[in-house]
């Protein structure tokens, strides 16, 4: 018997699979525990829309992400820092400064987590910061840190 998974199962297939199944199996285990629907013209149909309009939503998803890389590219975020002799900052820049900076000063709201600091900043002066927008798409955003 031909059915669609709903959930991935171990040892069966993945979420969205169309497997041949024994009936048995399927009406004794799939079906009883909503693993599996028959693979009915009405039910593939609904898959098959279901995946066209994921993946639509992927395409928009990477575009607006490489947009946005745009704009983060060609911005400067200024932060200011209580500094020591020589330039030192007490303390150093975090992600979750860079973040509340860059929706204060642009009005850019992305979470801290996808914000990544290659190198400790402990000085005054300019550094790049990498944002993680999309799985394939990273944006380098400048930081000028200056003095109170």
Known sequence: MKVILLQDVKGVGKKDQIIEASDGYVRNFLMPKKLAVEASKVNVTALETKK?????????????????????ESKTITIAQKTGEGGRLFGSVTNKEVAQ?????????????????????????????????HTDVAAKLQLMIKSL
């Not at 987590?113 to 790049?128: A, F, L, M, Q, W």
């Open 52 to 72: 066209r309009g994921a993946e639509k939503q992927r395409v928009k998803d990477l575009e607006d992400a490489r947009a946005m890389k745009a704009l983060l």
């Open 101 to 133: 900076a860059l929706s204060d000063q642009e009005g850019i709201d992305i979470d801290r987590k996808k914000i990544t600091i290659p190198d400790v900043i402990k000085k005054t002066g300019e550094h790049s910061v990498d944002v993680r927008l």
